[in-house]
């Protein structure tokens, strides 16, 4: 009698992508590396991202193999866009997503903060934003940089992989939750991985001391399954968040300082941001939006309309261009 078995599919989730292998997760199997059945490259043709981490698929083995058989509908995805193409997904299904923004070495701009809360409003999913490094800047820089935050009713963290402040705090946020780490480069992503787990998963490595920016250490996005439930995803950090996957009136919607002047709309469900709008007409009232989050959405909104437009930063690259 024969002993062999009729493959059947299993459930995993997407873990790392590395070109046509995929790394597959689950709680029985743990990571199996896997490839995409024949099938479905044609699916992967027509969607730009159709398989990214934390996307939940069916796969089979045959012969020592694992395929990717199937994708499972997503919950949801969180996506940037940038100039011309298709918006990048840069994770799908994930439960909150941790904005990394460092007090210092790198500095986090609230501009950058600002684009990466309106794509994860517009996702659908609860931000954290987290402020790092707090060990390298003094108390009263921490309070003010939080409470700008605070007052429109984000929940927000401050930690320090060096002191150990906040991490408690963090730890227990994360539990039993699939978090998404997001933030430039060298903001301590990896770190806070490392920490939070007490190994080291990922590779972590000093900035750069002449631009104070972060190396790109880390290159793919990993799923990464730690105690009590917590499931981190770390990945690589981002320059600019483009927004131009988001419309007018979806980028004023993730202002919570105009957000409430979308109840007076007459019109329920409309937000095409048009010259009766109650959120646009607010913005000259100073009492509702303070004078840095007005230049960040009017910078936002710029981005918009001229997606090409010449930055500084252009015109610095293209002089020091020989
Ligand atoms: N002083 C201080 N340094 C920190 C802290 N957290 C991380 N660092 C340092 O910051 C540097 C960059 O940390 P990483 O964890 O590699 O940063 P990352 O966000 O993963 O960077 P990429 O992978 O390039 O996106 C490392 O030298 C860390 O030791 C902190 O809380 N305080
Ligand atoms: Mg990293």
Redesign the pocket.
Known sequence: MSTSTIPVKEFFTIARVFGAFYDLYSLERGRVRAVLRGRLRNFAAKERHPFVVGDRVQAMESGGEWAIEERLPRKNELLRKSKEGDAQVLCANVDQVAV?ASLK?PETKDGFLDRCLAAVHLAGVIPLIVF?????VDQETVAHRASVYQNLGYEVLT????TGQGLDELHSRFSSKTTYLV??????????VNVLSDREL?K????SLSTKK?????TNSNFLVLDNNIILI????IKEWGILHLSKGEILDSFPELRKHKELCDISDCCDAGPGCKMLLSLNQEADITIERKKSLESMLASLENPFRITRRDHLKNESKP
């Open positions: 990394l070495n790092t490094k707090s060990d390298l930690v320090s992989c060096q933030g430039n480069s060298g903001v301590g992503k990896s770190s806070l990922q972590t490595s000093q900035i972060g190396k790109h250490t880390t770390d990945s690589p950090g």
